[in-house]
């Protein structure tokens, strides 16, 4: 069984757990709950299933019947704060107590450096812009980003991005991207990435000031249907490719953008058959 620091999701950890002793022992979800001070005999199973949640004293008395201490209890309770947070913000303050739990005892958590990333607009600005700025100071770059930025800042970037291994410090002092990919796929980088999409939508607003050289806005309201819907998004996937595509050839870069593709509804599901909102 992988050690708990390679989890996310505190039912995965469970359920194997669980398999785990079923294949060394006659274990059963019966004597998982009874260990874990549980009366109903499938409660383990339920809390696995998603269908209940794990209260405080739960937690505790789970983490225990597994053999939890010390630091893997400590991140036990916040995989469970992680898993069961009502709110995107509640989940992101978990999930940096897992990576700080993580950090003290020197394992690194799957994707952690991915969901640093994308906690601030800084870091992919940062990483784009250091290279176009040879021998540049913080300060320097820091005057070139249109919203208001410290040196501080952009200094904490580049340590982030050269220790993650996102940017290469070369011998000169200056700066080259990595080989390394960014991307978005796990649960913990998505939630990340929320946070991320909406910085640069308020980043988005100031930007209508400037000259319309210098930016494209443009937009249409329109009624769909979901099979609708699905086309258009494979539409705008398919033109995010080539955008990137045209980018990646460019051997002339003068300024960082960001490209915002937005599609999202703007009111509730229309019952079918009256106008009555789902």
């Not at 700066?175 to 939508?201: C, K, N, Y």
């Not at 769909?224 to 819907?229: P, V």
Request: charged share 30%; proline share 3%; glycine share 6%.
């Amino acid at each position: 069984m992988k050690p708990i620091i390679e989890y996310s999701d505190f039912r995965q950890y469970m359920r194997d757990y669980y398999e785990d002793r079923k294949r060394r022992s006659a274990f059963s979800w019966r004597e998982f709950s009874k260990i874990s001070g549980f009366s109903s005999c499938s409660y383990m199973k339920v809390v696995c299933d998603g269908k209940s949640k794990l209260s405080k004293i739960g937690i505790e008395r789970v983490g225990t019947a597994m053999g939890l201490a010390g630091f893997e209890m400590e991140y036990f309770r916040a995989m469970v704060r992680y898993g069961q947070a009502d709110s995107a913000e509640a989940k992101k303050d978990a999930y940096r107590k897992m990576l700080a739990v993580a950090k003290v005892h020197k394992v690194r958590v799957l994707e952690g450096d991915l969901f640093a990333f994308y906690d601030s607009w800084r870091n992919p600005v940062v990483r784009e812009l250091a290279p176009l700025m040879p021998g540049a100071t913080p300060g320097e770059m820091a005057k070139l980003c249109y919203t208001e930025t410290s040196a501080q800042e952009v200094r904490d970037a580049l340590d982030f991005l050269t220790k993650s291994g996102l940017l290469k410090k070369e011998a000169d002092g200056t700066f080259a991207q990595s080989e390394i990919s960014v991307t978005g796929t796990p649960d913990a980088t998505r939630l990340a990435m929320r946070g991320m999409h909406r910085q640069m939508a308020a980043l988005a607003t100031p930007a209508l000031e400037l000259p319309k050289e210098e930016r494209n806005f443009s937009g249409v309201t329109m009624g769909i249907s979901k099979e609708s819907y699905g086309r258009i998004v494979d539409i705008l996937d398919e033109c995010r490719k080539k955008i990137i595509a045209v980018a990646a050839e460019d051997k002339s870069i003068e300024q960082v953008y960001r490209l915002n593709l937005q599609l999202f509804p703007l009111t509730k599901k229309v019952k079918e058959g009256n106008n009555e909102l789902a």
